[in-house]
T-cell receptor, first 114, second 116 residues
């Protein structure tokens, strides 16, 4: 149980394109979803925390207009990287949790901007 | 404020030997402690957690960790390493901020390499 699906797993696109990444909790209702960014050989950097039906809380230094997060339901959150540029290339990971439970992670999305 | 330290970037161990991946933490109040494993190009998989109770916690794939309050440590251990255990291991700490809602802070990760 407690499966989190993240899609797509890999995306390559041109500079200036907007890219949407989906994160779904398949068998539980997630009260909170998290979005992380991971650089090679580095730890996870928390980008934002989102609760269903409310605006995401962004960490300091993360541009909310650049990284749009929508948490429309208890099983789906999306991260849209708007007007992506090569410096946005990274591994993006989502996680989801229920109240009082630990996080369950998706398998990540490798984003490559040409 | 909360923080977690994984002092080793890399741990090398021979297959069949015991392994230890170190983690120390700093948190206000009682800690919630976690270990996750990450395989290449994958998300994090939960291994085990300490919330309360017995200081020795047993988790997935034969891993265990011991909570040591006096040393503020939560080292990950396994009696006999497998080559397939080679991966990136993350320690995380949080505390119960409000009725079961918590956001963990992750360590920088330790790369475990098990040699055949």
């Amino acid at each position: 149980g407690a499966v989190v699906s993240q899609h797509p797993s890999w995306v390559i696109c041109k500079s200036g394109t907007s890219v949407k990444i989906e994160c779904r909790s398949l068998d539980f209702q997630a009260t909170t979803m998290f979005w992380y960014r991971q650089f090679p050989k580095q730890s996870l950097m928390l980008m934002a925390t989102s609760n269903e039906g409310s605006k995401a809380t962004y960490e300091q230094g993360v541009e909310k207009d650049k990284f749009l997060i929508n948490h429309a339901s208890l099983t789906l959150s999306t991260l849209t990287v708007t007007s992506a540029h090569p410096e946005d290339s990274s591994f993006y990971i989502c996680s989801a949790k229920r109240q009082g439970q630990h996080q369950h992670f998706g398998d990540g999305t490798r984003l490559s901007i040409l | 404020a909360q923080s977690v330290a994984q002092p080793e970037d890399q741990v090398n161990v021979a297959e069949g030997n015991p392994l230890t991946v170190k983690c120390t933490y700093s948190v206000s109040g009682n800690p919630y402690l976690f270990w996750y494993v990450q395989y290449p190009n994958r998300g994090l998989q939960f291994l085990l957690k300490y919330i309360t109770g017995d200081n020795l916690v047993k988790g997935s794939y034969g891993f265990e960790a011991e909570f040591n309050k006096s040393q503020t440590s939560f080292h990950l251990k396994k009696p006999s390493a497998l080559v397939s255990d080679s991966a990136l291991y993350f320690c995380a700490v949080s505390f119960d901020a409000s009725g079961g809602s918590y956001i963990p802070t992750f360590g920088r990760g330790t790369s475990l390499i098990v040699h055949p």
